[in-house]
Protein backbone atom coordinates (compact mmCIF):
# COMPACT_ATOMS: atom_id res chain seq x y z
CA UNK A 1 0.00 0.00 0.00
CA UNK A 2 0.62 3.78 0.05
CA UNK A 3 3.31 5.34 2.64
CA UNK A 4 5.33 8.30 3.92
CA UNK A 5 8.37 8.29 5.41
CA UNK A 6 9.11 11.27 7.12
CA UNK A 7 12.60 12.45 8.76
CA UNK A 8 12.48 12.11 12.40
CA UNK A 9 12.52 15.18 14.74
CA UNK A 10 12.56 17.58 16.48
CA UNK A 11 14.26 19.63 14.11
CA UNK A 12 16.07 22.84 16.03
CA UNK A 13 17.52 25.24 13.89
CA UNK A 14 18.99 29.31 14.69
CA UNK A 15 16.68 31.81 12.68
CA UNK A 16 18.25 32.37 9.09
CA UNK A 17 19.62 28.68 9.04
CA UNK A 18 18.79 26.70 6.02
CA UNK A 19 16.31 24.30 6.35
CA UNK A 20 15.41 20.24 5.13
CA UNK A 21 12.65 17.98 5.82
CA UNK A 22 13.44 14.63 4.09
CA UNK A 23 10.12 13.02 2.89
CA UNK A 24 10.07 9.67 0.52
CA UNK A 25 7.41 7.44 -0.43
CA UNK A 26 6.18 4.38 -1.49
CA UNK A 27 2.93 4.70 -4.14
CA UNK A 28 1.92 2.41 -6.78
CA UNK A 29 1.06 4.78 -9.93
CA UNK A 30 1.62 8.42 -9.98
CA UNK A 31 0.59 10.25 -6.79
CA UNK A 32 -0.10 13.95 -6.38
CA UNK A 33 2.48 15.27 -2.87
CA UNK A 34 1.58 17.58 -0.40
CA UNK A 35 3.24 19.62 2.58
CA UNK A 36 0.94 20.46 5.43
CA UNK A 37 1.74 22.54 7.73
CA UNK A 38 0.25 22.40 11.78
CA UNK A 39 0.83 25.58 14.10
CA UNK A 40 0.47 24.78 17.66
CA UNK A 41 -3.39 24.79 19.08
CA UNK A 42 -4.79 24.24 15.07
CA UNK A 43 -5.75 22.22 12.78
CA UNK A 44 -3.31 21.65 9.02
CA UNK A 45 -2.98 24.33 6.69
CA UNK A 46 -2.03 23.15 2.66
CA UNK A 47 1.15 24.52 2.47
CA UNK A 48 2.52 23.45 -1.11
CA UNK A 49 1.87 20.29 -3.51
CA UNK A 50 2.79 19.04 -6.49
CA UNK A 51 0.83 16.67 -8.60
CA UNK A 52 3.28 15.29 -11.32
CA UNK A 53 7.00 14.65 -11.76
CA UNK A 54 9.25 17.31 -11.61
CA UNK A 55 6.74 19.77 -10.51
CA UNK A 56 8.31 22.05 -7.86
CA UNK A 57 5.77 23.38 -5.40
CA UNK A 58 6.43 26.55 -3.51
CA UNK A 59 4.84 29.15 -1.13
CA UNK A 60 6.28 31.46 1.92
CA UNK A 61 9.27 30.24 1.10
CA UNK A 62 9.21 26.94 1.14
CA UNK A 63 10.11 25.09 -2.21
CA UNK A 64 9.69 21.10 -2.72
CA UNK A 65 10.36 18.99 -5.99
CA UNK A 66 8.88 15.59 -6.78
CA UNK A 67 11.43 13.23 -7.63
CA UNK A 68 10.39 9.98 -9.05
CA UNK A 69 13.60 8.53 -9.61
CA UNK A 70 14.39 9.28 -6.15
CA UNK A 71 10.40 9.01 -4.60
CA UNK A 72 11.51 12.14 -3.00
CA UNK A 73 9.37 15.37 -1.80
CA UNK A 74 12.11 16.92 0.81
CA UNK A 75 10.95 20.54 2.25
CA UNK A 76 13.41 23.09 1.89
CA UNK A 77 13.76 26.65 2.71
CA UNK A 78 16.61 28.84 2.22
CA UNK A 79 16.16 31.27 5.66
CA UNK A 80 13.83 30.02 8.62
CA UNK A 81 12.26 32.48 10.90
CA UNK A 82 10.88 31.96 14.65
CA UNK A 83 7.43 31.77 13.15
CA UNK A 84 7.72 28.68 11.44
CA UNK A 85 7.99 27.17 14.31
CA UNK A 86 5.32 24.14 13.63
CA UNK A 87 4.59 20.66 12.92
CA UNK A 88 5.42 19.58 8.99
CA UNK A 89 3.28 16.98 7.47
CA UNK A 90 4.43 15.29 3.86
CA UNK A 91 1.35 13.54 2.64
CA UNK A 92 0.51 11.77 -0.55
CA UNK A 93 -2.81 11.10 -2.50
CA UNK A 94 -3.10 8.02 -4.86
CA UNK A 95 -3.82 8.13 -8.53
CA UNK A 96 -7.15 7.47 -7.64
CA UNK A 97 -9.73 8.62 -4.97
CA UNK A 98 -9.12 11.44 -2.97
CA UNK A 99 -7.81 9.87 0.66
CA UNK A 100 -4.65 11.08 2.18
CA UNK A 101 -1.62 9.60 3.61
CA UNK A 102 0.41 11.00 6.03
CA UNK A 103 3.84 10.67 7.52
CA UNK A 104 4.25 11.05 11.08
CA UNK A 105 5.11 14.52 11.05
CA UNK A 106 8.41 16.44 11.59
CA UNK A 107 8.50 19.03 14.45
CA UNK A 108 10.39 21.71 13.51
CA UNK A 109 11.76 24.88 16.55
CA UNK A 110 13.17 28.05 15.30
CA UNK A 111 15.11 29.80 18.10
CA UNK A 112 16.04 33.89 17.47
CA UNK B 1 -10.08 29.81 5.74
CA UNK B 2 -12.34 27.06 4.72
CA UNK B 3 -15.72 27.20 6.75
CA UNK B 4 -14.63 24.41 8.84
CA UNK B 5 -16.58 23.95 12.36
CA UNK B 6 -15.69 21.53 15.21
CA UNK B 7 -17.63 20.73 18.22
CA UNK B 8 -17.01 20.72 21.01
CA UNK B 9 -13.47 21.38 20.67
CA UNK B 10 -12.49 19.79 24.31
CA UNK B 11 -14.27 16.78 25.60
CA UNK B 12 -13.45 14.80 28.91
CA UNK B 13 -15.81 11.33 28.85
CA UNK B 14 -15.33 8.17 31.35
CA UNK B 15 -14.43 4.76 29.22
CA UNK B 16 -18.03 2.93 27.76
CA UNK B 17 -19.72 6.32 27.51
CA UNK B 18 -21.33 6.93 24.17
CA UNK B 19 -19.44 10.43 22.23
CA UNK B 20 -20.05 12.13 18.92
CA UNK B 21 -17.82 14.92 17.39
CA UNK B 22 -19.67 17.06 14.81
CA UNK B 23 -17.94 18.85 11.76
CA UNK B 24 -20.11 21.10 9.97
CA UNK B 25 -18.98 22.41 6.43
CA UNK B 26 -20.44 25.89 4.73
CA UNK B 27 -18.70 24.87 1.48
CA UNK B 28 -20.64 22.42 0.03
CA UNK B 29 -17.64 20.04 -0.72
CA UNK B 30 -18.77 16.54 -1.86
CA UNK B 31 -16.05 14.76 0.80
CA UNK B 32 -16.06 14.74 4.17
CA UNK B 33 -13.24 13.25 6.41
CA UNK B 34 -12.41 11.97 10.06
CA UNK B 35 -8.49 11.89 11.15
CA UNK B 36 -7.29 11.08 14.56
CA UNK B 37 -3.86 12.92 15.08
CA UNK B 38 -1.48 10.30 17.56
CA UNK B 39 2.25 11.26 18.38
CA UNK B 40 4.33 8.88 16.27
CA UNK B 41 1.54 8.28 13.61
CA UNK B 42 0.60 11.51 11.85
CA UNK B 43 -2.91 11.88 11.06
CA UNK B 44 -5.14 8.13 10.30
CA UNK B 45 -8.11 8.51 8.58
CA UNK B 46 -10.96 6.87 10.32
CA UNK B 47 -13.82 7.02 8.25
CA UNK B 48 -14.93 9.87 5.13
CA UNK B 49 -17.98 10.45 3.38
CA UNK B 50 -18.47 10.85 -0.40
CA UNK B 51 -21.95 11.96 -0.75
CA UNK B 52 -25.09 12.10 1.84
CA UNK B 53 -25.14 8.51 3.38
CA UNK B 54 -22.50 7.71 1.20
CA UNK B 55 -19.35 6.69 3.69
CA UNK B 56 -16.68 3.88 3.70
CA UNK B 57 -14.28 2.98 6.15
CA UNK B 58 -10.82 3.76 6.74
CA UNK B 59 -7.13 2.78 8.06
CA UNK B 60 -8.43 2.87 11.66
CA UNK B 61 -12.62 2.57 11.79
CA UNK B 62 -12.86 -0.02 14.68
CA UNK B 63 -14.40 1.21 17.65
CA UNK B 64 -16.52 4.48 15.07
CA UNK B 65 -19.27 4.63 13.30
CA UNK B 66 -19.95 7.83 11.46
CA UNK B 67 -23.44 9.44 9.53
CA UNK B 68 -23.67 12.09 7.14
CA UNK B 69 -27.42 12.90 6.63
CA UNK B 70 -26.79 16.15 5.30
CA UNK B 71 -24.38 17.45 2.57
CA UNK B 72 -22.72 20.22 5.63
CA UNK B 73 -23.08 18.02 8.40
CA UNK B 74 -20.29 14.84 8.98
CA UNK B 75 -20.86 12.93 12.73
CA UNK B 76 -18.52 10.43 14.06
CA UNK B 77 -19.71 8.63 17.37
CA UNK B 78 -17.54 6.23 19.72
CA UNK B 79 -20.13 3.46 20.49
CA UNK B 80 -18.59 2.73 23.66
CA UNK B 81 -15.01 4.97 24.48
CA UNK B 82 -11.92 3.63 24.95
CA UNK B 83 -8.62 4.94 26.65
CA UNK B 84 -7.01 4.46 23.58
CA UNK B 85 -9.43 6.58 21.59
CA UNK B 86 -7.83 9.35 23.83
CA UNK B 87 -6.35 12.01 20.70
CA UNK B 88 -7.11 14.79 19.24
CA UNK B 89 -9.56 14.42 16.10
CA UNK B 90 -9.80 16.60 13.34
CA UNK B 91 -12.38 16.88 10.19
CA UNK B 92 -11.48 17.95 6.44
CA UNK B 93 -13.39 18.48 3.46
CA UNK B 94 -12.45 18.49 -0.02
CA UNK B 95 -13.49 18.58 -3.88
CA UNK B 96 -13.35 16.50 -6.16
CA UNK B 97 -9.79 15.93 -7.07
CA UNK B 98 -8.78 19.14 -4.79
CA UNK B 99 -6.37 19.59 -1.68
CA UNK B 100 -8.22 18.59 1.99
CA UNK B 101 -9.29 21.38 3.90
CA UNK B 102 -8.90 20.75 7.98
CA UNK B 103 -10.82 21.83 11.01
CA UNK B 104 -9.69 23.04 13.79
CA UNK B 105 -9.41 19.82 16.46
CA UNK B 106 -11.23 18.74 18.88
CA UNK B 107 -9.12 17.16 21.83
CA UNK B 108 -10.95 13.72 23.32
CA UNK B 109 -9.84 12.63 26.50
CA UNK B 110 -11.28 9.18 27.68
CA UNK B 111 -10.14 8.84 31.58
Known amino acids: GNSVTQMEGPVTLSEEAFLTINCTYT??????LFWYVQYPGEGLQLLLK?????DKGSNKGFEATYRKETTSFHLEKGSVQVSDSAVYFC???????????FGAGTILRVKS | DAGITQSPRHKVTETGTPVTLRCHQT?????MYWYRQDPGHGLRLIHY???????DKGEVSDGYSVSRSKTEDFLLTLESATSSQTSVYFC??????????FGPGTRLTVT
Open chain 1, 91 to 101: ALRGRYGNKLV
Open chain 2, 92 to 101: AISALDNEQY
Open chain 2, 27 to 31: ENHRY
Open chain 2, 49 to 55: SYGVKDT
Open chain 1, 27 to 32: ATGYPS
Open chain 1, 50 to 54: ATKAD
